[in-house]
T-cell receptor, first 114, second 115 residues
Framework: DAGVIQSPRHEVTEMGQEVTLRCKPI?????LFWYRQTMMRGLELLIY????????DSGMPEDRFSAKMPNASFSTLKIQPSEPRDSAVYFC????????????FGPGTRLTVT | AQKVTQAQTEISVVEKEDVTLDCVYE???????LFWYKQPPSGELVFLIR??????QNEISGRYSWNFQKSTSSFNFTITASQVVDSAVYFC????????????FGKGTKLSVIP
């Protein structure tokens, strides 16, 4: 079975540009999580969805960040406008709540904002 | 969220040595889940194990073993006969409690296995 798929794997953009990160969760999973990882702050949960509904977005740093999950097989994380401090690795993870809580992570998107 | 502490920031061992990574967690719940993840230099996060608080049996998987001690709120991870491929950052995590589906991660322990 395919794991969690993220695209792009690398993104380099200039400050002020819009960035869209994409995630396809594992088929059959009912929860999806977006994380950000930096050296300074470690692994931070940004937002998570259960059955396509956002449950907790308290980790979203500010209004420049938004996330959507229009269906069970696709989610986006958008940053508009991007800033250099947004540079990080962004992970998407999915899980099936009801059979344990383990989350399976995608390969990540390394974002660099110059 | 209930805290997970990995006191060892970095550990270096020589290949074939055994190494134990410590994890201590806070808990105010009777039922909870614990996890270990591995993040090799390539960057992906790999799920290793899930443990339910009701199951205190230790688990062994090849060279990996886990020691779950509810009395000390610890869930330690031992690698026997370490190999260079074990070099990675290892994260301990637990569910965030109160029926939350989120995971709370420790800061991670960076393990370097020297040939």
């Amino acid at each position: 079975d395919a794991g969690v798929i993220q695209s792009p794997r690398h993104e380099v953009t200039e400050m002020g540009q819009e960035v869209t990160l994409r995630c396809k969760p594992i088929s059959g999973h009912n929860s999806l999580f977006w994380y950000r990882q930096t050296m300074m702050r470690g692994l931070e949960l940004l937002i998570y969805f259960n059955n396509n509904v956002p449950i907790d977005d308290s980790g979203m740093p500010e209004d420049r960040f938004s996330a959507k999950m229009p269906n069970a097989s696709f989610s986006t994380l958008k940053i508009q406008p991007s800033e250099p401090r947004d540079s990080a690795v962004y992970f998407c993870a999915s899980s099936f709540i009801g059979q344990g809580y383990e989350q399976y992570f995608g390969p990540g998107t390394r974002l660099t904002v110059t | 969220a209930q805290k997970v502490t990995q006191a060892q920031t970095e550990i270096s061992v020589v290949e074939k040595e055994d190494v134990t990574l410590d994890c201590v967690y806070e808990t105010r719940d009777t039922t909870y889940y614990l996890f270990w993840y591995k993040q090799p230099p390539s960057g992906e996060l790999v799920f290793l194990i899930r443990r339910n608080s009701f199951d205190e049996q230790n688990e062994i998987s090849g060279r990996y073993s886990w020691n779950f001690q509810k009395s000390t709120s610890s869930f330690n991870f031992t690698i026997t006969a370490s190999q260079v491929v074990d070099s990675a950052v290892y994260f301990c995590a637990r569910d965030s409690g109160a029926g939350s589906y989120q995971l709370t991660f420790g800061k991670g322990t960076k393990l370097s296995v020297i040939p």
